[in-house]
């Protein structure tokens, strides 16, 4: 059976689109799951130092107020960071879906095209 002209351009247009939102799909993905990865993290040296710029970090306020309000910061930055990859993600997923649907819309107008 020999593939109509119009049939064989809107696979391929079908596949192009339906393999672009896989790999946009996997692209969003991944920026949500560095949006989960976001630790809080106030910058004081631990307990034991793995690096020499762990060391030189300052030491946790011993004054409760103080101490609450570098986590307070800490987690309002890493809010943000966790933000900043939530954006991008849901901006690919958006993406995504619309390559998704025109995959979908080209792969119903195959049956209008093909020969009877």
């Not at 799951?33 to 630790?39: D, G, L, N, R």
């Not at 995959?103 to 093909?114: Q, W």
């Amino acid at each position: 059976m020999k593939i109509g002209h119009c049939t064989l351009h809107l696979n391929v247009l079908c596949i192009s689109f339906a393999f672009a939102a896989f790999i946009v799909g996997l692209f969003a993905a991944y920026y949500w799951f560095k949006a989960s990865k976001i630790e809080i993290d106030p910058g004081w040296r631990g307990g034991s130092t793995q690096s020499a710029a762990d060391a030189q970090g300052p030491i946790e306020p011993g004054e409760p107020q103080l101490s609450e309000m570098s986590w307070l910061s800490a987690t309002i930055t890493a809010a943000e960071k966790s933000a900043g990859f939530n954006r991008v993600a849901a901006r690919l997923t958006a993406l995504a879906v619309v390559l998704s649907a025109l995959s979908s819309v080209l792969g119903a107008l195959v049956g209008f095209c093909s020969p009877q």
